[in-house]
């Protein structure tokens, strides 16, 4: 019995190894992604507007110095909200009046793993504003439900694509929208359960909830790494 007791915590063991070297990767496939459109957004501003361009680099700096030293622990939801407006200073300075970004944050202790939410504002922008540039309002929400704590992104862009959805759900989605995939992928692996996508009129919205109840082993095993 002690042996196959052994055999078995030895094997989860190796499957908590496993998933976050799996995590870990996702994880570090995201920095990149966010660099190269920061970059981009931010060469832009370079000629016209160099004073903006300094302020939006040490956004920049600041997003990335804080999610690099944090690969793997789980963050409090407002460091992650943190990074977000320093993402979304960058996008506004583009943009200007034609973009609203506003925030709707009721206080939690949650914690999660960071970025997870910036990218789903930077696909509410890219994918649901850009391509029409008519005005467009993002709302980035996190409220206390029954089941956890729901973090929400929604936009009053063009929609999504309902085969977009569905290659979401299925696994199958092109690189287009790697962000989208990554997070899905991360959050099921974290708490079982990926993102829900809602078509509005106009827009989209985007959700996922974090179960306080039945975390994952794999989720409290980062927990602990944090402590």
Not at 209 to 216: D, G, L, M, R, T
């Amino acid at each position: 019995m002690i042996s196959t007791q052994m055999e078995v915590a030895r094997i989860q063991n190796l499957k908590e190894m496993a998933s976050k070297a799996e995590f870990s990767a996702l994880q570090s496939k995201i920095n990149p992604h966010f660099l190269f459109n920061a970059l981009n957004a931010i060469s832009s501003l370079i000629r016209l507007r160099p004073d903006d361009a300094r302020g939006l680099i040490a956004n920049l700096a600041d997003f990335m110095r804080y999610n690099l030293e944090r690969t793997q622990d789980l963050i409090p939801i407002s460091d992650a909200i943190k990074q977000v407006k320093d993402y979304v200073a960058i996008e506004q300075a583009r943009f200007g009046d034609k973009l609203t970004i506003r925030f709707d944050i009721e206080t939690t202790d949650t914690n999660i793993a960071p970025l997870l939410i910036q990218p789903l504002v930077e696909n509410a922008i890219r994918h649901g504003f850009q391509p029409s540039r008519r005005p467009c309002d993002v709302i980035i929400a996190v409220r206390e439900i029954a089941q956890g704590t729901e973090i929400s992104i929604t936009d009053t862009g063009i929609g999504i694509n309902p085969n977009i959805v569905e290659q979401l759900y299925h696994g199958t989605i092109d690189s287009h929208h790697i962000g989208l995939m990554n997070v899905h992928q991360r959050l099921i692996m974290l708490y079982g359960q990926g993102l829900t996508v809602e078509p509005r009129n106009p827009g989209t919205r985007v959700s996922f909830v974090i179960n306080h109840k039945e975390p994952s082993c794999f989720a409290l095993s980062l927990s602990k790494t944090n402590t």
